[in-house]
């Protein structure tokens, strides 16, 4: 029975044991429950929830509920194995004939593992005292030489390989051979040697990392520091500005209503000098038209004789005048302030922002691992090396529908979406391909890559380079290698193409700078007789 049940799926793909907890996800892959939960909640899966062996992706995270089938199914088998005695890691006894004990030695010289009971004559009878007992070993056999049959405990340093005492005298006769254990020794020399190398190495790193860390905390620290005296002035002067506004408000006003006052005043007297010497003129008037001479003449030297008004009072107190200058004032701090905020421009200008990586190996500190989406490629191309290269194959492929799979372009997405800075290259060969990074969705079924605002494109072809984004095209004049590197700063919204010769020699052939307001997927178009493989970081 335990026969049957050993060649049943049992075990996570993810943590390679038997299933734990298992549940059985719609595209019918199981898992434990606690590695799905844990493969989907790392950081590069956040949000992204697909099956780990068919990448069938989920719209929303699936809940996941206990496989009752499946649980007792694990179960009877783990019981079976212990009633079997031997479990599916353990190495058997080789002289149990009928229930098969777990093995504890292995003897070099019988060549076989044996359990307690079966192992005892080689501790009490003298005829085994020269026998080597060792750790228990599945692959004894491996030990054996496959010439002679016999163990294998010479080194021969000439063919770099282990050997038995009839290989010395057969076809290593002459070669420079030492006993396994000498060799052991010498090899563990090396070993240490190597050994204290990695451990300098770790020191001089820690260290590195130490510094690096300290830099980092001065770097936040002073960029604080910097932000609050930034923020402080700005408030100070801000603080100064207003109340210096409010003091010059009120004294505009006091000024204001004083020169109203004193104009008032003058309408006052002028209205009433108007309103007596309206009515003289009409004095005058009446008298004039009197036919009688007599009182004509009685009443004409009271009128004739009276003061007049003075004609030339200055009422010209010029009201506007009076703010004229203040205007004219403000119009220059308005031009001071314009001068200020001009130097904080130029202060914002000599903070040195970190510049683009320049060499390969400055690149390499932003590798990020990639694997094609098989459930985005179209039907004429072929995914291999584990997901990492894609070719252009004349017989369809019959992949299975899914919504995001291409059906009008050769077009393959990564399953990976990025955000933050990343770095990746691709060796590409064939008549012609394009390396590019989209917004993921719908709409990039309808178009090809470059031919809509939400896809950047790189098009690489025996004949040249061009750049395409939203429809329109930049030819390339710098040529380009068969390796092509991607520098992508999400944040900083750069996203560059460089060329990358055999000796590691990177060129830039081309730089968008914008604004991205979506993690990027990168993506691929190949072509018929073309192939890419993305390299992975070393």
Known sequence: ????????????????????????????????????????????????????????????????????????????????????????????????????????KSCLVCLASFCATHLEPHYVSAAFRRHQLVEVSASIQEKICSRHDKLLEVYCRTDDQCICLLCVMDEHKGHDTVSAAAERKEKQKQFDKKKHRYQQGIQEKEKQLKQLKKTITGLRCSGDAAVNQNEKVYSEIVSMADKRRCALKELIRVQENAAVSRAQALVHQLENEISGMRKKENEIKQLSLSEDHI???????????????????????????????????????????????????????????DPDPTTRQEFSIYSCHLSLDPNTAFENLMLSEGNSKVTWVKKPR????????????????????????????????????????????????????????????????????????????????????????VYLNHQGGNLSFYSVSD????????????????????????????????????
């Open 1 to 104: 029975m335990a026969e049957g049940f050993s060649e049943l799926r049992l075990c996570c793909s993810i943590c390679l044991d038997v299933l734990k907890n298992p549940v059985t996800l719609q595209c019918g892959h199981s898992y434990c429950m606690d590695c799905i939960n844990g493969y989907w909640d790392q950081e590069g899966q956040k949000g992204v929830y697909c099956c780990p062996q068919c990448r069938f992706r989920f719209r929303t995270r699936p809940t996941l509920s206990k496989s009752t089938v499946l649980a007792d199914l694990v179960g009877t088998f783990s019981v079976v194995q212990e009633e079997d005695g031997v479990r599916s890691q353990d190495v058997e006894c080789d002289f149990c004939t009928e229930k098969k004990l777990k093995a504890v």
């Open 295 to 353: 009182r004509f003449l009685q009443t004409c030297h009271s009128i004739l004789n009276s003061p007049e008004s003075n004609m030339s009072t200055d009422v010209n107190i010029q009201l506007h005048a009076a703010f004229d200058f203040v205007t004219t004032a403000i119009s220059d701090l308005k031009g001071k302030l314009e001068s200020m905020v001009r130097a904080l421009e130029d202060i914002a200008e000599t903070i040195e922002i």
């Open 503 to 538: 000796s590691g020699q990177m060129t830039l052939l081309h730089k968008v700078q914008t604004t991205f307001s979506e993690p990027l997927t990168p993506g691929f178009m190949v072509s018929r007789g073309s192939s890419i493989e993305i390299i992975s970081s070393k």
């Open 398 to 485: 019959g992949y299975p529908y899914h919504p995001d799979r291409f059906t009008k372009y050769d077009q393959v997405l990564c399953a990976e979406s990025l955000f933050g800075v990343c770095y990746w290259e691709v060796h590409w060969k064939g008549p012609r391909v394009e390396v590019a990074v989209c917004y993921k969705g719908a709409e990039m079924e309808e178009c090809g890559f470059g031919y809509t605002d939400k896809s950047w494109c790189f098009s690489l072809s025996t004949s040249g380079c061009t750049f395409w984004h939203n429809g329109a095209k930049t030819k390339i004049s710098v040529p380009c290698s068969s390796t092509v590197g």
